[in-house]
C-alpha cells in the first residue's frame, strides 16, 4: 500500500515556474512507477508524465514536452515534477498517482493517488 501527498502548487505568472512534490509513505516505493496527471474545471483527468522505478525512464505528453521534467528520489520516496515556461493552460489540479507495474499514460492503470494540488497560471 502507497499513500501518496503533493505539494508545491500555487498560483504564478505565465511564464514562471514551479516545483511540484509529491511524498510516498511505505518502504516499497522504489518498486514503482509514477506518474503526473491534471485535471482542468470541466475536463477530464490527462497523463502529463510518468517515470519508471528507476528513474532512467520517462515520458512526456506533447502539451508538455521540453516544458516540464518529471524526476523521482528514492531515497526520499519522493517524485517531482519541474514545470518551467508555465502558460495559463497548465491551470488544473496536478495528481500524482503510484502503480506496481510499467508506467503508462492510462489513468485507470494507476492504483494510488495522491489528493491532488491546484496550479494556476495566470496572464
Known amino acids: 500500500q502507497v499513500q501518496l501527498v503533493e505539494s508545491g502548487g500555487g498560483l504564478v505568472q505565465a511564464g514562471g515556474s514551479l516545483r511540484l512534490s509529491c511524498a510516498a509513505s511505505?518502504?516499497?516505493?522504489?518498486?514503482?512507477?509514477m506518474g503526473w496527471f491534471r485535471q482542468a474545471p470541466g475536463k477530464e483527468r490527462e497523463f502529463v508524465a510518468h517515470?519508471?522505478?528507476?528513474?532512467?525512464?520517462?515520458y512526456y505528453a506533447d502539451s508538455v514536452k521540453g516544458r516540464f521534467t518529471i524526476s523521482r528520489d528514492n531515497a526520499k520516496n519522493t517524485v517531482y515534477l519541474q514545470m518551467n515556461s508555465l502558460k495559463p493552460e497548465d491551470t488544473a489540479v496536478y495528481y500524482c498517482?503510484?502503480?506496481?507495474?510499467?508506467?503508462?499514460?492510462?489513468?485507470?492503470?494507476?492504483?494510488?493517488w495522491g489528493p491532488g494540488t491546484q496550479v494556476t497560471v495566470s496572464s
Open positions: 517515470i519508471n522505478w528507476s528513474g532512467l525512464n520517462t
Open positions: 498517482a503510484a502503480r506496481a507495474s510499467a508506467a503508462t499514460m492510462s489513468r485507470e492503470d494507476y492504483n494510488y
Open positions: 511505505g518502504r516499497t516505493f522504489r518498486s514503482y512507477a
